[in-house]
Antibody, heavy 122, light 107 residues
């Protein structure tokens, strides 16, 4: 079965870079059928799409975060990555990785990781 | 950006009730609308895509409907495991946007 697992530091200092890894099993990040995405959820709040990436490295970012976000893929390790620079307390959230299935126009979410909490604090 | 709104923001219902949650897009999104269920402390679970198509393994008590820019999620007979927060999301255009959620609580 498809499984996604987020990993990374749970505490990041303000102004530093948040780096997360999503390790995928049961599905291939090099498949042309899928996109791979990151979503976050601040404590007690709703869901925010951060961005999505395709196996060839083409990525789409939320304009609200675009200047600080970089996503990448490592097909040899079946992983994809999130980097968010210059973090502040407002970046404190649970971060989810997810698989998106290609549709006629844009892909839709099907499988989600369990999420990893990240706190930005000195 | 396409704005998604949901109503109500919360509702109380009893086991066995039929429940309907509404979602509205700020512009036309065809049927590029998904629904998710999230329980406290858990990841969202994908329920529906293309406005009305159930993901594999999702019970048929869930159904989705669309009418223009208005969408709905109906649970035909609420069960204890259905008490959760439900989100809609458009994937018609980037950036993907989610509704603010509807919390379904036990009456």
């Amino acid at each position: 079965q498809v499984q996604l697992q987020e990993s990374g530091p749970g505490l990041v200092k303000p102004s530093e870079t948040l780096s997360l890894i999503c390790t995928v099993s049961g599905s291939s990040v090099s498949s042309a059928s899928y996109h791979w995405g990151w979503i976050r959820q601040p404590p007690g709040k709703g869901l925010e799409w951060i961005g999505s990436i395709y196996y060839d490295g083409s990525a789409y970012y939320n304009p609200s975060l675009k200047s600080r976000v970089t996503m990448s893929v490592d097909t040899s390790k079946n992983q994809f990555f999130l980097k968010l620079t210059s973090v502040t307390a407002s970046d404190t959230a649970v971060y989810y990785c997810a698989r998106l299935l290609w549709a006629a126009r844009l892909p839709y979410f099907d499988h989600w990781g369990q999420g990893t909490p990240v706190t930005v604090s000195s | 950006d396409i704005q998604m709104t949901q109503s109500p923001s919360s509702l109380s219902a009893s086991v066995g009730d039929r429940v309907t949650i509404s979602c509205r897009a700020s512009q036309g999104i065809s049927n590029y609308l998904a629904w998710f269920q999230q329980k406290p402390g858990k990841a969202p679970k994908s329920l529906i895509f293309a406005a009305s198509t159930l993901h594999r393994g999702v019970p048929s008590k869930f159904s989705g409907n669309e009418s223009g820019t208005d969408f709905s999620l109906t649970i035909s007979s609420l069960q204890p495991e259905d008490f959760a927060t439900y989100y809609c999301q458009q994937y018609y255009s980037y950036p993907f946007t989610f509704g603010p959620g509807t919390k379904v609580e036990i009456k």
